[in-house]
């Protein structure tokens, strides 16, 4: 029996081995933009790779009533601590492991977002992010502003985005907090106690490649702006746009995420097309280069990338002449 055709629609169907002749030929992983956020040599990884919410492989024998609690009240209450406290709790016991590293949440993130977990303690931010919440960001596909695929996150609002999105709302838009102290009146201490503060690591950021050396602390502009308002400050008194005084601030506080599909189990990190790369280095002149470079910038799923190749010409041009 033949195999069901998939990526199917009104005009045109592919065979599975289509698909991913289709996918070899005319799509590519571009790490460039991974570069551009936080980001760390993957040899780093190897020690936490091997320890975060990993299992050990004794086997506990602790009679404490606290443990004979039901599992699944124990899965209805990790889920809702944050990272460095569930992590802390791992740590208490053999069963509290059990407990920890038996949560398909916990279990997962340790598999796939180990870039994004150094990148949030690196970055003293993680008693302020939510199991539950990074694991929704796992699996959440598309990129809250433009719903397009988004391999990073946004760590103060723990936001979807994809690269060309990142500081584009106040959900991913950035602003010192030293500069919010300042305007309004309260210390540094006292606003760090009431929103998520990312420590910057010093590295290379952004679009433009800024070479940043020194340490900040930076949070969202939507927790500012609602800080803001519950003092009853004015806007026009706090310029946010011009804040951290440099454009690099949202990639600063950002780092790659992949996306894993619950349904399929695939793990996707965004797919780039060779034929609107082939489109941007053979236009006519700078200006209708410019217009193309945005396309070519958007990264795809497996999937979303087929319907991208339904549209795309130069894609189409590349596959048939392979």
Same mark, same amino acid.
């Given at each position: 029996m033949d195999r069901e055709p998939e990526f199917v629609d009104d005009s045109e169907t592919f065979t599975a081995e289509q698909v991913e002749s289709i996918l070899h030929v005319t799509s590519y992983h571009r790490r460039q933009f991974e570069y551009r956020v936080i980001h760390f040599n993957?040899?780093?990884? #190897?020690?936490?790779?091997?320890?975060?919410?990993?299992?050990?492989?004794?086997?506990?024998?602790?009679?404490?009533?606290?443990?004979? %609690?039901?599992? =699944?009240?124990?899965?209805?209450?990790? $889920?809702? %601590? #944050?990272?460095?406290?569930?992590?802390?709790?791992?740590?208490? !016991?053999? *069963?509290? *492991? =059990?407990?920890?590293?038996?949560?398909? =949440?916990?279990? #997962? &993130? @340790?598999?796939h977002?180990?870039?994004?977990?150094?990148?949030? /303690?690196?970055?003293?931010?993680?008693?302020?992010?939510?199991?539950?919440?990074? +694991?929704?960001?796992?699996?959440?596909?598309?990129?809250?502003?433009?719903?397009? /695929?988004?391999?990073?996150? +946004?760590? $103060?609002?723990?936001?979807?985005?994809? /690269?060309?999105?990142l500081g584009g709302t106040?959900?991913?838009?950035?602003?010192?907090l030293i500069k919010l102290s300042r305007a309004m009146g309260i210390s540094v201490p006292q606003l760090r106690a009431g929103m998520p503060v990312v420590h910057s690591i010093p590295g290379v950021y952004g679009r433009h490649e800024e070479l940043l050396r020194l340490r900040e602390q930076l949070v969202s502009e939507e927790h500012a702006l609602a800080a803001l308002r519950e003092a009853g400050i004015k806007m026009a008194h706090f310029d946010l746009k011009t804040s951290p005084g440099h454009?690099?601030?949202?990639?600063?506080?950002?780092?790659?995420?992949?996306? &894993?599909?619950?349904? !399929?189990?695939?793990?996707?990190?965004?797919?780039?097309?060779?034929g609107c790369q082939n489109a941007v280095e053979s @236009?006519? #002149? /700078?200006?209708? *280069?410019?217009? %193309?470079?945005?396309?070519?910038d958007w990264a795809y799923s497996k999937a979303g990338f087929i319907e991208h190749f339904r549209q795309c010409n130069k894609a189409r041009e590349l596959w048939a002449s392979s």
């Open positions: 993957p040899e780093q990884h #190897d020690g936490i790779r091997t320890s975060i919410f990993k299992p050990f492989t004794s086997i506990s024998s602790c009679s404490s009533p606290l443990w004979k %609690l039901p599992i =699944e009240l124990w899965s209805s209450i990790l $889920p809702l %601590l #944050d990272i460095s406290s569930v992590l802390q709790f791992s740590h208490v !016991s053999l *069963r509290a *492991r =059990e407990l920890v590293t038996g949560m398909k =949440e916990c279990r #997962d &993130l @340790g598999e977002a180990i870039e994004c977990l150094c990148a949030i /303690f690196r970055c003293s931010i993680a008693s302020r992010i939510g199991i539950a919440q990074l +694991y929704n960001a796992l699996i959440t596909e598309n990129c809250a502003v433009c719903n397009k /695929f988004g391999g990073f996150v +946004y760590l $103060p609002t723990v936001t979807r985005c994809c /690269f060309l999105c106040s959900r991913s838009r950035t602003v010192s454009t690099a601030g949202s990639h600063m506080c950002s780092s790659s995420l992949p996306y &894993l599909n619950l349904l !399929s189990g695939d793990v996707e990190t965004g797919l780039f097309c060779r @236009g006519r #002149d /700078f200006a209708q *280069r410019m217009t %193309l470079m945005r396309s070519r």
